[in-house]
């Protein structure tokens, strides 16, 4: 049965050579920044994100429970796109003239959103016109983030004067704030997104600014920026994909990741940590499809690799070796790219085609239905209907979310679902 399996998931993965993805251009420079976006979503919260994904620049939205009911979609897409999802409260009222139990369910409508998108809970807040009294603070469980960049975008409506606003007033560790409902702040919040990363910043979420800067961030107490005074941790050192495991129980793959840590599918990270919420690289999905399929460590060990950056001692040799054995993943210029990441709609292709392999499901009658079917690229559209059809990948709330990038906890889930077929 275990031969069985590795032939069969051989047979699969052999018509798999397109889906190498290009190296990252840009590694961590130590200047962080952090933009965020509120009072949507909008009409043009969508082609805000297309462009952050193009630019691989996550971002914060908080967002306002009235115009978030009307936009399940992209609260979804926020989500699964790896920005942060957070509250700008229910009515965009000013938080310091309500009573308790106002301000207490201004919070609650928009967390309930919150959380049905997939979201934290609970959420980072920016109250209403940056106003927090000591009633608005005592009534919070979570971090209340200001601004120190204001381009007054709601004021100028002109893209050029956003742009060179946020610009002439961004230093390293500052926290942007834009709307995402005018147009003209959208266009001028890209255009300086692109200065700035010319200029050598890292856009990331508001939570993992504060984290990579060594704060850890209390109830009530009111942020506007993280600079440098020390500290400086990198993604790995900070945690990618923040999840609190105190609460892992409660994540919603859980069965799943215990399934895959118990059968060594899925590995802890190197301080302990399972890390659900992290994107997954192509290392290290060949890694955890090899072992689901019964390849270990001693496959033809220490012989040369083919590859420049994979060493024949690599833990990550004998998985890649019988990938390329396999006719799986050829590289790109003598490279294996291991750290790339996956996205949701190249995974959706790869279980398809291994469905398709083992005989249990037809690409031919399979179709797609999702309300982003558009944004699923032209190749994937098959193998993403299969998958749905399948059981094996879902979506949010309606939508697929093909440019998402895999996480070690859906990763677990398509593992766990295999393992039942």
């Known amino acids: 049965m275990k031969q069985k399996r590795i032939f069969r998931t051989a047979l699969a993965l052999f018509l798999l050579l397109a889906l190498c993805i290009p190296a990252s251009a840009a590694g961590f420079t130590g200047k962080l920044i952090a933009i965020t976006f509120d009072d949507g979503p909008g009409a043009y919260t969508a082609m805000l994100l297309d462009e952050l994904a193009a630019r691989d620049v996550k971002a914060t939205f908080f967002v306002s429970g009235y115009r978030a009911k009307g936009y399940p979609e992209t609260l979804g897409r926020i989500v699964a796109e790896g920005h942060q999802l957070a509250s700008h409260t229910q009515n965009h009222e000013n938080l310091n003239t309500l009573s308790s139990s106002k301000i207490a369910s201004e919070i609650s409508q928009t967390q309930e959103l919150i959380t049905a998108a997939g979201g934290d809970n609970p959420a980072y807040i920016r109250p209403p016109y940056g106003n927090a009294n000591q009633t608005v603070r005592n009534a919070v469980q979570v971090p209340l983030i200001n601004w120190s960049v204001d381009p007054e975008d709601w004021k100028y409506h002109n893209a050029d004067t956003v742009c060179r606003n946020i610009v002439s007033g961004s230093y390293d560790g500052a926290i942007i704030l834009v709307h995402d409902i005018y147009k003209t702040s959208v266009n001028g919040a890209l255009a300086a997104i692109d200065k700035l990363l010319a200029q050598g910043y890292e856009f990331v979420t508001v939570r993992d600014l504060l984290l990579r800067r060594g704060i850890r961030p209390e109830a009530g107490v009111m942020y506007y920026d ?15 994909g923040y999840f609190d495991e105190s609460r892992l129980t409660e994540h919603w793959a859980y069965d799943a990741l215990e399934f895959c840590l118990k059968h060594g599918y899925l590995s802890y990270e190197e ?37 420049r950056d994979i060493s024949a001692d690599s833990p990550l040799a004998p998985y890649v070796k019988w990938a390329r054995d396999a006719g799986l993943m050829d590289g790109s210029n003598g490279s294996f790219l291991p750290d790339d990441r996956l996205t949701r709609e190249q995974m959706a292709t790869v279980i398809a085609r291994y469905l398709t392999a083992l005989g249990l499901a037809s690409l031919e009658t399979a179709q797609t239905s999702y309300k982003d079917d558009a944004r699923i690229s032209a190749w994937a559209k098959a193998g993403v209907a299969l ?33 039942e077929q």
């Open 226 to 240: 993280a600079k440098n005074t020390g500290v400086n941790l990198d993604i790995d050192e900070a945690g990618s």
């Open 271 to 307: 301080d302990g940590r399972v890390r659900p919420n992290k994107p997954i690289t192509r290392g290290e999905f060949v890694t955890s499809l090899a072992k689901f399929c019964g390849v270990d460590g001693s496959y033809k060990y220490y012989e040369y690799t083919g590859y």
């Open 387 to 419: 998958c749905t059809q399948e059981g094996i990948l879902q979506g949010s709330n309606g939508s697929f979310l093909p440019k998402g990038k895999l996480t070690r906890a859906q990763t677990a889930a398509i593992l766990y679902r295999l393992s």
